[in-house]
């Protein structure tokens, strides 16, 4: 009998041991992980923004958050933070806490600050006394921490355009179009939450200017993304155009002020952690990595602008006549389906927000293919258009290709962006907030 009970023992420890990580996350005890997705809402509602300074504030409040959680759960390694505390702490109350001091140092509105406050209460009052003191004081600890790292961390910067970006006349160099002067010129001095250096996974510089490759893919920006007054261009059908105005958010359309990709992808990281019944410690880790995932690959792909300087598709077939390609043809007034973002096109800022989104919850839930919605609102909240998906990727792909569809990006643009921000969504996952048992 005791031999067939270790035998028994033995082979549970086997099953267990085999299981996925997403499969044991899902053994273990749950706790209230929905304030993880609360202070995710949070926000969405009251904080906005460029999408560089956006994505910032959202990978702050998402580590401090985990961090809190890590300290006290101890079932992955800390982002950033070590901080040491008792499993009698209250895990929830550490991370709403760490939440709202971060979001009181990001968020200066008199209303966001009300509403985190009375978040904050509302969870706090849910919890027994000596748990929620012992949890709050790892959140504030944890806060402070995060806060502190990133005092000084580049974005304090305004946005000066350095003679070397400005106006040139040169086949290839970027030029200002109507949306004005390079912005966010000196992004690349910004520090990034989990690459060694913005430049970590720099794409390869871009095709020939006289290659072959470099003509296919402006006429094909040429031809699909032309503005045709707004209607169907000859190649591009009616959902592409759906797609490169949602993405872009075009004024004129009924797309205007709808989703930002930050959110797009937070809401699919909330469905995904619901649908596999993450734990706290899981859904916490979740949001982190792909919130920095987001960060850093959109840090990738704009400091890859500063370095290549390309110009967009809009001058580029405007001034064919110069890039010594006889597979080109200028066409002077050529017009994007969208307006062209002011800052060079190599590589995609939108494609490697998709590539690193995609691939970071592609490796935290154990593969690409999975069931969801994407759903885009516009300002007040209201649904302006849902798309279901079976693969995460997918979404991602449609966000790049948004930006051909547009007439703002090439193909090389694409699938240089793609390579790189899933090397970014790689090195993230491989090497921070890893299982500890």
């Given at each position: 009998?005791?031999?067939?009970?270790?035998?028994?023992?033995?082979?549970?420890?086997?099953?267990?041991?085999?299981?996925?990580p997403?499969?044991?996350?899902?053994?273990?005890?749950?706790?209230?992980?929905?304030?993880?997705?609360?202070w995710?809402?949070?926000?969405q509602?009251?904080f906005?923004?460029?999408?560089?300074?956006?994505?910032?504030g959202y990978?702050?409040v998402h580590?401090?958050?985990?961090?809190?959680?890590?300290?006290?759960?101890?079932?992955y390694?800390?982002f950033?933070?070590?901080?040491r505390?008792?499993?009698?702490?209250?895990?929830?109350a550490?991370?709403?806490?760490a939440?709202?001091?971060?979001f009181?140092?990001?968020?200066?509105?008199p209303?966001?600050?009300?509403?985190?406050?009375?978040?904050?209460?509302?969870r706090?009052?849910?919890?027994?006394p000596g748990p929620?003191?012992?949890?709050?004081?790892?959140?504030?600890k944890?806060?402070?921490d995060?806060i502190?790292?990133?005092?000084n961390?580049?974005y304090?910067?305004?946005?000066?355009?350095?003679?070397?970006l400005?106006?040139?006349?040169?086949?290839?160099?970027?030029?200002?179009?109507?949306?004005?002067?390079?912005?966010y010129?000196?992004?690349g001095?910004a520090?990034p939450?989990?690459l060694?250096?913005?430049?970590?996974f720099?794409?390869?510089?871009?095709?020939?200017l006289?290659?072959?490759?470099?003509?296919?893919?402006?006429n094909?920006?040429?031809?699909a993304?032309?503005?045709?007054?707004?209607?169907?261009?000859?190649?591009r059908?009616?959902?592409?155009?759906r797609f490169?105005?949602?993405?872009?958010a075009?004024?004129?359309?009924?797309?205007?002020?709808?989703?930002n990709?930050?959110?797009?992808?937070?809401n699919?990281?909330?469905?995904?952690?619901?649908?596999?019944?993450?734990?706290l410690?899981?859904?916490?880790?979740?949001?982190?990595?792909?919130?920095?995932?987001?960060?850093?690959?959109?840090?990738?792909?704009?400091?890859?602008?500063?370095?290549?300087?390309?110009w967009?598709?809009?001058s580029?077939?405007?001034?064919?006549?110069?890039?010594?390609n006889?597979a080109?043809?200028?066409?002077?007034?050529?017009?994007p389906?969208?307006t062209t973002?002011?800052?060079p096109?190599y590589?995609?800022?939108?494609?490697?927000?998709?590539a690193?989104g995609?691939?970071?919850?592609a490796n935290?839930?154990?593969?690409?293919d999975?069931?969801?919605?994407?759903?885009?609102?516009?300002a007040?909240?209201?649904?302006?258009?849902?798309?279901?998906y079976?693969?995460?990727w997918?979404?991602?792909?449609?966000?790049?290709?948004?930006?051909i569809?547009?007439?703002?990006?090439?193909?090389f643009?694409?699938?240089?962006?793609?390579?790189s921000?899933?090397?970014?969504?790689?090195?993230i996952?491989?090497?921070y907030?890893r299982?500890?048992?």
């Amino acid at each position: 009998m005791k031999k067939s009970a270790t035998l028994i023992a033995a082979v549970l420890v086997v099953v267990m041991s085999s299981l996925s990580p997403l499969r044991a996350e899902a053994t273990q005890p749950r706790a209230n992980t929905e304030v993880i997705v609360e202070w995710n809402a949070l926000l969405q509602q009251y904080f906005s923004g460029q999408p560089f300074p956006l994505v910032r504030g959202y990978a702050m409040v998402h580590v401090a958050m985990a961090d809190a959680i890590v300290a006290i759960d101890g079932r992955y390694e800390s982002f950033q933070t070590r901080v040491r505390a008792s499993s009698y702490a209250s895990a929830e109350a550490a991370a709403a806490q760490a939440g709202h001091d971060v979001f009181h140092a990001l968020i200066a509105t008199p209303e966001g600050r009300a509403a985190a406050d009375a978040a904050l209460q509302a969870r706090l009052a849910r919890i027994a006394p000596g748990p929620r003191l012992a949890g709050v004081r790892v959140g504030k600890k944890v806060a402070a921490d995060v806060i502190a790292a990133r005092q000084n961390d580049g974005y304090a910067i305004a946005n000066p355009q350095p003679p070397l970006l400005g106006p040139s006349t040169l086949a290839g160099i970027w030029r200002p179009t109507a949306s004005g002067p390079f912005q966010y010129s000196n992004l690349g001095e910004a520090q990034p939450f989990g690459l060694q250096a913005a430049t970590q996974f720099l794409p390869a510089p871009a095709p020939q200017l006289e290659s072959t490759r470099y003509a296919e893919d402006v006429n094909e920006a040429k031809r699909a993304g032309r503005a045709a007054g707004g209607a169907i261009a000859p190649e591009r059908t009616a959902a592409q155009t759906r797609f490169a105005q949602l993405f872009a958010a075009a004024p004129g359309t009924i797309y205007f002020n709808t989703t930002n990709p930050i959110r797009l992808w937070s809401n699919v990281t909330r469905d995904m952690a619901r649908r596999h019944r993450l734990t706290l410690s899981g859904t916490a880790r979740a949001f982190a990595l792909t919130m920095v995932s987001l960060h850093d690959s959109l840090l990738t792909a704009h400091t890859s602008k500063m370095v290549y300087r390309l110009w967009r598709p809009e001058s580029a077939i405007a001034h064919a006549d110069i890039d010594n390609n006889p597979a080109t043809d200028a066409e002077p007034g050529w017009t994007p389906l969208v307006t062209t973002p002011p800052y060079p096109a190599y590589s995609s800022n939108m494609t490697c927000l998709g590539a690193g989104g995609a691939r970071m919850l592609a490796n935290l839930l154990g593969g690409d293919d999975q069931a969801f919605t994407a759903v885009w609102y516009a300002a007040d909240n209201s649904v302006v258009w849902s798309e279901p998906y079976t693969s995460l990727w997918k979404l991602g792909d449609d966000e790049a290709n948004s930006r051909i569809w547009g007439g703002i990006h090439y193909r090389f643009d694409i699938d240089a962006s793609q390579v790189s921000c899933t090397q970014v969504a790689d090195y993230i996952f491989d090497n921070y907030m890893r299982r500890t048992r």
